[in-house]
């Protein structure tokens, strides 16, 4: 079965700290790649998507994402974390070919200290 | 604000009621998404809908149905409710032929 995995549960920086969390999935064949955030008390925003192309893909608020397509892996990056960056970040797939819904990870919190 | 609207945004029950969760999505948006968020099994997906058709389903509970009707909204039942089944439960919405989903503030179920 199609799984993704984040590694990190919870992760803690302090501000302006680089940030990197792990997101690896299992999927034989092509695959969207997606991640969101859900702010505290907030629904799931869309930060960045991959479908094809640069495998380097930026998102909003400076994050950014880079899919390694031999390691499974789209980790999301952000080189200065701000205390408002403080929330809990989905990395998401759907298998090309599919309807459409996605595969969550478990995600990961982050807490920014100021 | 995404544009996908859930009501209620939340709901109080007891062990074997039936609750309906409605959502609206996005306008131009033909695909109805659900999912289930719980501490212990996460974010999971349970129907698709597109333009009034079942397209699709993920680990939904026999208990659990869904439909969408002509105006595009969609309803999540759910009977025989459970301890187990509170959790947030999102809609998310797509329009035709794209491939990112946008997601409702969700609705908080909780079962007593």
């Known amino acids: 079965a199609q799984s993704v995995s984040q590694h990190n549960h919870h992760v803690i920086l302090s501000e302006a700290a680089s940030l990197e969390l792990g997101c690896n999935y299992s999927y034989g064949g092509t695959v969207n790649l997606f991640w969101y955030v859900q702010y505290p008390g907030q629904h799931l925003q869309l930060l960045l998507k991959?479908?094809?192309?640069?495998?380097l893909v930026k998102g909003i608020k400076g994050f950014e994402a880079e899919f390694i397509k031999s390691k499974f892996s789209f980790n999301l990056r952000k080189p200065s974390v701000q205390w408002s960056d403080t929330a809990e970040y989905f990395c998401a797939v759907s298998p090309v070919g599919s309807q459409g819904n996605l595969i969550f990870g478990k995600g990961t919190k982050l807490s920014v200290k100021p | 604000d995404s544009g996908v609207t859930q009501t209620p945004k939340h709901l109080i029950t007891a062990t074997g009621q039936r609750v309906t969760l409605r959502c609206s999505p996005r306008?131009?948006?033909?695909?109805v998404y659900w999912y289930q968020q719980s501490l212990d099994q996460g974010l999971q997906f349970l129907i698709q809908?597109?333009?009034?058709?079942?397209?699709a389903k993920g680990n939904i509970l026999e208990r659990f149905s869904a439909q969408q009707f002509p105006d595009l909204h969609s309803e999540l039942n759910l009977s025989s409710l459970e301890l187990g089944d509170s959790a947030l439960y999102f809609c998310?919405?797509?329009?035709?032929?794209?491939?990112?989903?946008?997601f409702g503030p969700g609705t908080r179920l909780t079962v007593l």
């Open positions: 998310a919405s797509s329009a035709p032929s794209a491939r990112e989903q946008f």
């Open positions: 306008s131009g948006d033909l695909s």
């Open positions: 991959y479908f094809s192309g640069d495998p």
């Open positions: 809908y597109y333009n009034g058709e079942e397209r």
